[in-house]
């Protein structure tokens, strides 16, 4: 039987993440869900809301709270910006959507109190005894639809240059490309630079700062990223120059960090010189993270060969809060598999996403599963968050390690061996990665599930056939969520097949040629390991 061997193998490198000091559980909050109110019933927000909600967070073991700004449609009274979802003179917006008088209503109801969003709770972050750290969004495109400039959503320096926008040749690039802010221009790095500058003076007391530019990946005409590098190196600089100002004002050292794509290619084509970055001593941690759609297989280890960085930079790994197309939130078993292969890749701490607790609280502090006949979970809860920080507390822990062929919006690559092209008679091979210790426990079974037409499939897992199961199975793991035409495909994987490290998997077809893109691993350790 002849064999084809994919021309891609994702390279496994298993490292240990040791207690060196760099260690880090990132929480990241996007400033929107805080407003709303979500995580307790969009009621009008009060500053006791805001302490229960990084109360919740500092349940997590994080060892640092981000908040979002707000991007260029600030959470504050800003000298460059009016307060998002005000009137554009920044009063109440009387005549907006419901939604636009809510956020507004609660801006209002903070104000009144001598504060913001912002302020509030990093100091309450500060004293649940997390670092805390601004984070800036580079370029968000959430309200950047040339079509609706009209609205109270668009921020003011968006709305008044359209000449700034890339425009319609960039438009395929990705969700609202054609109205990111175009950064060849001085007018617009300068415009970054004065929020930036402001929110560096105005919450002086941080411990830092992080520049986003994942939100959005998009920068430079298409093409334009490595020519226009030093323009963003250049801002960078001055970012850094400015935070060490405002430290030896306050004698109280401002951290810089960056959150960049996950694939070292990624950041040259898109004009992000990182190695520089550290080389010039510019920026203290670097995040390594997907738009949107999550990378379950982020490999830190890989970016800092490819990079160049030394190890003294520390690394961390983004888990957001959805992967797969179509987009599915992350069950427990995907969080724990994403996390588990990023600390064996290098990445020296996690850092989570839109990793809200509205459905948690609204479900009584419960991780219930959503579906009946189900054993899965996708609502997010501190003490699944606290599990995802080390291989140790993720040992021996429910896990699905996944793979998909991964989002190119905006140019963005990603290091999997999807999609898998099977032949009758040429099976495709790829290699799983687990870090779990063997030795030390084993699942109670295996299961593999992936996506194909209705063909019939053998599949061999570490030279041994494996024997298909029911499609009832990927009921029980909630997987026939949108199969688009596709079959979902359950095979069982016995526990002694299982070891730590690289395990081969082979998948031939019988009748005519497929393609399977997306697929997983499922380690079922019992009910006393947590939902999947």
């Not at 990111?180 to 007391?205: C, G, T, W």
């Not at 411990?207 to 490595?226: A, C, N, Q, S, T």
Request: charged share 25%.
């Amino acid at each position: 039987m002849k064999k084809v061997i994919l021309p891609f193998i994702l390279a496994l490198c298993f490292v240990a993440c040791t207690d060196d000091g760099a260690y880090r559980l990132i929480y990241n909050n996007d400033g929107t869900d805080l407003l709303a109110n979500r995580w307790f019933g969009c009621r009008p927000l009060t500053l006791d809301d805001i302490n229960s909600a990084v109360d919740l967070v500092a349940q997590t073991g994080a060892t640092t709270y981000m908040i979002c700004t707000g991007a260029d449609y600030a959470y504050y009274r800003s000298k460059f910006s009016r307060p998002f979802c005000s009137n554009f003179d920044g009063t109440f917006p009387a005549d907006a959507d419901s939604s636009a008088q809510m956020y507004f209503r609660n801006f209002q109801n903070i104000e009144a109190e001598g504060t913001d969003i912002i302020e509030s709770s990093l100091r309450r972050a500060k004293e649940d005894g997390m670092e805390i750290f601004v984070t800036y969004r580079m370029n968000d495109l959430h309200f950047c639809d040339p079509e609706t400039t009209s609205t109270v959503w668009a921020s003011d320096f968006w709305r008044a240059h359209p000449e700034y926008w890339l425009g319609e040749g960039d438009a395929k690039r990705g969700w609202n490309a054609r109205g990111a802010l175009d950064f060849a221009f001085p007018e617009v790095r300068q415009h970054k630079y004065d929020m930036i500058a402001e929110q560096l003076e105005k919450y002086s007391f941080i411990d830092g700062y992080e520049l986003d530019f994942m939100r959005f990946i998009v920068y430079f005409h298409r093409d334009k990223g490595p020519e226009n590098a030093p323009l963003m190196t250049d801002l960078v600089r001055r970012v850094k120059a400015k935070a060490d100002s405002v430290s030896a004002k306050t004698g109280h050292r401002i951290m810089l960090s960056a959150r960049v794509p996950q694939v070292w290619e990624s950041c040259v084509v898109n004009g992000l010189e990182v190695d520089k970055w550290v080389k010039e001593g510019l920026v203290d941690f670097i995040t390594l993270g997907p738009h949107w759609l999550g990378d379950p297989a982020i490999d830190a280890g890989r970016f800092r060969k490819d990079s160049g960085i030394g190890k003294h930079t520390p690394i961390y790994a983004t888990i957001d809060d959805g992967t797969f197309r179509p987009r599915e939130f992350h069950s427990h078993g995907m969080y724990r598999g994403e996390a588990s292969f990023a600390l064996s890749h290098g990445a020296q701490g996690i850092y989570l996403f839109n990793y809200f607790f509205a459905e948690y609280v609204n479900a009584g502090y419960k991780a219930e599963t959503e579906k009946p006949g189900n054993i899965v979970s996708r609502v997010r809860t501190p003490e699944l968050a606290r599990e995802l920080g080390s291989l140790k507390t993720l040992e021996g822990r429910n896990k699905s390690i996944c793979y998909y062929s991964g989002n190119n919006e905006y140019g963005l690559k990603y290091l999997t061996p999807m999609p898998l092209n099977c032949e009758p008679g040429k099976p495709a091979s790829m290699t799983l990665p687990i870090a779990d210790k063997m030795r030390l426990r084993r699942p109670a079974q295996g299961f593999l599930i992936f996506r194909s037409g209705g063909d019939d499939f053998k599949v061999s897992f570490n030279g041994t056939n494996l024997d298909p199961l029911h499609e009832s199975y990927a009921l029980l793991f909630d997987r026939m969520i949108e199969l688009d035409g596709d079959v979902a495909h359950c095979f069982a994987v016995p526990a002694e097949l299982l070891k730590t490290g690289e395990n081969s998997l082979e998948i031939e077809c019988s009748q005519a040629p497929q393609k399977i893109t997306r697929l997983e691993l499922i380690l079922d350790y019992g009910d006393e390991a947590g939902c999947h």
